[in-house]
């Protein structure tokens, strides 16, 4: 069965650095997702992307944040400068095509641990 | 009001029993329904799709009331492997698949 694969599985890094978490979405998706969850917390849309450009973007999403398709694979979330409230889940997700009851497929998630 | 709200829970039941849960939405535009769920420390799942007419999945029922703007799950003969997190996830009009998550509601299943 396609999956979507996130790397690192765990990312720790010091305040203040930069860290890019990459995803490698299903192979025939066009529509690749960011999600967050802070432990105990709901999961949180961040940011949608299709043919190499942002589709929409949640508060969260601000200009620490920047997301890119590099090349025709992977899908990777960068964020700036993190703060110790940055740690959380990132899951990165894709599907097929918009619209009704499409299934967004999850990768296991990157956990964040900003010290 | 939350966006999507459901009862954290969390449900104790016996295997065998039957549970609902129940989640309420704030966007009467929304067009799609889900529910999905979540193993600790995992990535959500979809676990089914919710129509306007309800549908069934095995033991799973979900149904819509739009009116409401309710929709609701039930577990039939619940087993030990469905203790999870229950995930109520709407996606509202105008967005590329964007999901909207409630808090979820946890789900303990005991012998």
């Known amino acids: 069965e396609p999956e979507v694969t996130q790397t690192p599985s765990h990312q720790v890094t010091q305040m203040g650095q930069e860290v890019i978490l990459r995803c490698v979405p299903i192979s025939n998706h066009l529509y690749f997702y960011w999600y967050r969850q802070i432990l105990g917390q709901k999961v949180e849309f961040l940011v949608s992307f299709y043919n190499n450009e942002i589709s929409e973007k949640s508060e969260i999403f601000d200009d620490q944040f920047s997301v890119e398709r590099p090349d025709g694979s992977n899908f990777t979330l960068k964020i700036r400068s993190t703060k110790l409230e940055d740690s959380a889940m990132y899951f990165c997700?894709?599907?097929?095509?918009?619209?009704?009851?499409?299934?967004?497929?999850f990768g296991q998630g990157t956990r964040l641990t900003v010290v | 009001r939350k966006e999507v709200e459901q009862d954290p829970g969390p449900f104790n039941v016996p295997e065998g029993a039957t549970v609902a849960f129940n989640c309420t939405y704030s966007?009467?535009?929304?067009?799609?329904f889900f529910w999905y769920r979540q193993d600790c420390r995992k990535e959500p799942k979809l676990l089914m799709s919710?129509?306007?007419s309800g549908n069934e999945d095995g033991r799973f029922t979900a149904q819509l009331n739009r009116a409401s703007q309710y929709i609701s799950l039930l577990i039939r003969d619940s087993k030990l492997s469905d203790s999870a997190t229950y995930l109520c996830v709407v996606n509202p009009t105008g967005g590329y698949n964007k999901l909207i998550f409630g808090a979820g509601t946890r789900l303990a299943v005991h012998p």
């Open positions: 997700a894709s599907s097929g095509s918009p619209g009704r009851n499409t299934e967004a497929f």
């Open positions: 919710v129509y306007s």
């Open positions: 966007n009467s535009a929304s067009q799609s």
